[in-house]
């Protein structure tokens, strides 16, 4: 029979690799914090830039208040006739100047447009947040339907770049002929990472396209530098209801209407005329 007196070698070298291992998994469990940390503040820096304001206030625009008291800026292009009003929700480094830029195109293809700018976005007031943003776009929605008495199966979502994130929110609670989603992002953490990698991540459209019931309309540059075309397609492929798509060999984030042509009001139209 063998005797051990003093401390068990064996158990010795365990506790001090486990003290180690415990350090170490300490070190990196900081280092990923404050990565986290680091990302949220970039992800707000990336996600809502202040941009130039590129218009006056005038009697075209309407003043929208939120339930903080923040005044919301929208303006509506009517177009007699039109079957669709679009609800269009901007991109980023863009306000209402911009978008009216752009309308005419969408008045000759034949539709009405409504659109808002975000908080500190053009003549809007207030700091955006994702939830904030949330119910803004969800006031603009409802002075569609009221106001401007748009009926619900008359409202065309459309969500560009980061418009996509408050765009999907807003069709998850509320009725519409459809949505359009261009340049949109699987999340706003993912444009950055690839991978999910970090906790707290923003408008994360993966995880609620599956639940959209309205037809859905994906628009994407194959070219996307921006926001890669990976994105589009991982959204496309987590959508359950009806979902067309339209990928545009060469075409970047934006300027895909003049970059595409004539395919991309096509696309659109036959999108449209199905709803």
């Given at each position: ?74 303006r509506h292009w ?109 999340s706003v953490y ?86």
């Amino acid at each position: 029979m063998r005797h051990y007196s003093g401390s068990d070698p064996d158990k010795f070298q365990w506790a001090e690799m486990w003290a180690v291992a415990k350090r170490i998994l300490l070190f990196l469990s900081g280092v990923y914090l404050l990565l986290t940390v680091g990302v949220h503040f970039l992800a707000l820096d990336r996600l809502f830039p202040m941009a130039p304001v590129r218009y006056k206030l005038t009697s075209e625009y309407v003043q929208l208040t939120a339930s903080d008291g923040v005044k919301i800026i929208g303006r509506h292009w009517a177009n007699p006739g039109a079957k669709f009003t679009l609800l269009y929700l901007h991109g980023n480094f863009e306000d209402l100047g911009r978008v009216g830029e752009y309308v005419p195109a969408f008045l000759r293809a034949g539709y009405a447009v409504f659109s808002m700018d975000y908080r500190n976005y053009g003549q809007s007031g207030g700091k955006p947040t994702e939830m904030n943003t949330c119910a803004d776009v969800r006031l603009a929605y409802e002075y569609m339907r009221k106001q401007l008495g748009v009926p619900a199966d008359r409202i065309i979502i459309w969500g560009y770049s980061v418009g996509s994130g408050p765009a999907v929110e807003l069709a998850l609670h509320q009725p519409a002929a459809g949505i359009v989603l261009q340049g949109a992002f699987v999340s706003v953490y993912r444009t950055m990472t690839g991978i999910p990698l970090f906790l707290g991540d923003k408008f994360v459209n993966l995880n609620k396209v599956p639940q959209l019931s309205m037809p859905v309309f994906l628009i994407h540059g194959m070219d996307d530098t921006t926001v890669p075309l990976w994105h589009a397609q991982a959204l496309y492929a987590a959508t359950n209801a009806r979902k067309a798509s339209l990928f545009i060999p060469g075409g970047q984030h934006g300027g895909l209407a003049d970059y595409a042509g004539s395919v991309y009001w096509e696309e659109l139209k036959k999108f449209t005329d199905s709803l």
